[in-house]
Every structure is written in C-alpha cells, then in structure tokens.
C-alpha cells in the first residue's frame, strides 16, 4: 500500500508540475475578459509544452548532459548560450505566474493587498524548500495537486457553453 501511495504521490506531483496553479489562474482571468476565443491559445501552448519536454528529456536522456549542453556542442557557443538565457527566462516567467497564481488565489480566500500577498506566497515557498525535506516537499505539493481535480469538477459544475468552447478550440483571430 505504501508503494502505490508513492507512486500516486509521483503522478500527482508531475501533473501538479505540469498544469501549474500559476497557468490555470491566469487562464481563468484570460477566459473571463476574452470568453473562449482565446482558448486555443491555450491547446497549442499545452501541447507545445508536452512535445518540447518529451523531447527535452529524451535529448537529456541519451546525452546525459542538460539540453543547452548538447545544443552547445553541436551548434556552437552561441546557439547553446542563446537556450540556455532562453530556458532561464521562461522558468523566471513561469515562477512568476506562480506566485501571482498563489497570490490571487489568497486574495480570494482572504482577501487584503495584492502585494503583500505576493510577498506572502514568496515567503511560504522559500520556506517550504528550506525546511521541508524533498520527501515532504513532494508529499505537500502532490496532495495540492488534488486541487486540480476540484479545477475539473468546477468547470464541469458551471455547464460551460459546449459548443463555445469547441469554437474557441480552433485557431483564429478575435
């Protein structure tokens, strides 16, 4: 039992990994200004998301050495400099959303500055990965990850137009 509880605690913190709660909030703000013309914003960059990580770590894999690595070598320095500033960007903008994602979501439970809140959302990671060992860490993040099923039962629960959001699927131009 306490094998499959790990194995559980592994899928759902590669889902939490995956489908951040930084994407899903700014998602939502996004859909409640554009409506689902821009969702397929979303299908594209998710599935942009899954083929460039699948590929990622294949290319890691096998060379067993980080992809701007392997870039470099067979590139030149220019080229593995330019993904390695690429790569550090993203991950810059993507904890970013993160912690804008915590801050709106304490904003909403308890309200106060937004500000503050960012502070506050900063302080409970950085502590977190400080205190925690990695075993706990991926334990507390992994039973947050249940949050995401209540993302999915909320969205079902609202009875979404369908047929809206199959239009909003299909790439276009508002």
């Known amino acids: 039992m306490k094998k499959l509880l790990e194995i559980f605690l592994s899928v759902l913190t590669a889902v939490g ?4 709660i930084g994407e899903l909030t700014f998602a939502q703000s996004a859909g409640a200004q554009f409506g ?15 083929v460039y990580g699948e590929m990622a770590g294949r290319i890691a894999a096998v060379t067993e050495q980080p992809v701007f690595h392997a870039i470099r070598l067979r590139s030149g320095i220019a080229m593995g400099l330019l993904t390695l500033v690429a790569a550090n960007v993203v991950s810059l903008m ?3 959303a993160e912690v804008g994602g915590m801050a709106i979501i304490l904003r909403l439970l308890f309200g106060g500055s937004y500000r503050v809140l960012i502070v506050v959302a900063v302080l409970f990671l950085f ?3 400080w205190v925690l060992p990695f075993k706990w860490i991926e334990r507390l993040f ?7 099923g209540m993302f999915v039962l909320s969205a079902i629960a609202t009875h979404p137009d369908w047929s809206g959001v199959a239009r909003g699927s299909i790439p276009h131009i508002p």
């Open 94 to 96: 993507t904890c970013a």
């Open 36 to 50: 689902y013309h821009m969702l397929w914003v979303v299908v594209v960059g998710t599935i942009g998301i899954m």
């Open 127 to 129: 502590l977190s990965t």
């Open 142 to 148: 992994g039973l947050m990850g249940l949050l995401m």
């Open 17 to 20: 990994g995956f489908v951040e």
